[in-house]
């Protein structure tokens, strides 16, 4: 799944997006960066 849940929870509930998991566990969690995370849900590869 890309995570376009992402900009709905922000728009819907006025919470800020902070973390982001890249995974299943709790140290797949990083810093959310928007810039990138638009980059990689245009992405064609």
Sequence with gaps: AKGGIVFAIETELGLPVKLVGLGETIEDL??????????????TD
């Design 30 to 43: 990083v810093p959310f960066e928007p810039s990138a995370f638009v980059d990689a849900l245009f992405a």
